[in-house]
């Protein structure tokens, strides 16, 4: 089964730039798909496609897939970011196609 | 606007069963994948499964093979999954997510749904 791996954590000063990682074999050639969710709110796409942002969401946030890591990038870091990040894609690899997820990283702003 | 708007909380004992409810609007529901995640608490996002609402077909994660149930109401935009054999490491917040494609994104979501199962 495919596995993807976040940091449990990351904290950053507001107004640096934090970058939470999410390492799977070969993910370079899978679509990901991240998400933050705020607690007791449901998850909220942030980026998808690697690298696309929905409507609405800030330019401040961006992302990058190379190998086996993707990338999420959160600059001029915002009290407001403070969440938990998760990223996802799909695994078409197996005899049972499924939908992963990351263990999540919780952004701590400082 | 899309709304993804799910049914209420739910108390339910062990060996019991529960049956969420998702109703969809501002889209056409047959159009996307439903497909329903779970949190319990203080941890990750888990997938259930999907159904495609315009042939009823599913996909269930190989974990709930055998006690997940999902299905829809095309009649009324609404999908439903049904969890069997409830045990109390179950309770959680249940999500139903839309995606376009397997490999697309969700991009709508609904609030949740709290089930808690304790004897």
């Known amino acids: 089964s495919y596995v993807l791996t976040q940091p449990p954590s990351v904290s950053v000063a507001p107004g640096q730039t934090a970058r939470i990682t999410c390492g799977g074999n070969n993910i370079g050639s899978k679509s990901v798909h991240w998400y933050q969710q705020k607690p007791g709110q449901a998850p909220v796409l942030v980026v998808y496609d690697d690298s696309d942002r929905p409507s609405g969401i800030p330019e401040r946030f961006s992302g990058s897939n190379s190998g086996n890591t993707a990338t999420l990038t959160i600059s001029r870091v915002e009290a407001g970011d403070e969440a938990d990040y998760y990223c996802?894609?799909?695994?078409?690899?197996?005899?049972?196609?499924?939908?992963?997820f990351g263990g999540g990283t919780k952004l701590t702003v400082l | 606007q899309v709304q993804l708007v799910q049914s209420g909380a739910e108390v339910k004992k062990p060996g019991a069963s529960v049956k969420v409810s998702c109703k969809a609007s501002g889209y056409t529901f047959t159009g996307y994948y439903m497909h329903w995640v779970r949190q319990a608490p203080g941890q990750g996002l888990e997938w259930m499964g999907r159904?495609?609402?315009?042939?009823?077909?599913?996909n269930y994660a190989q974990k709930f093979q055998g006690r997940v149930t999902m299905t829809r109401d095309t009649s009324i935009s609404t999908a439903y999954m049904e969890l069997s054999r409830l045990r109390s490491d179950d309770t959680a917040v249940y999500y139903c997510a839309r995606r376009r494609t397997a490999s697309s994104p969700s991009d709508y979501w609904g609030q949740g749904t709290l089930v808690t199962v304790s004897s």
């Open positions: 996802q894609v799909w695994d078409s690899s197996s005899d049972h196609p499924h939908v992963v």
């Open positions: 159904i495609n609402p315009n042939s009823g077909g599913t």
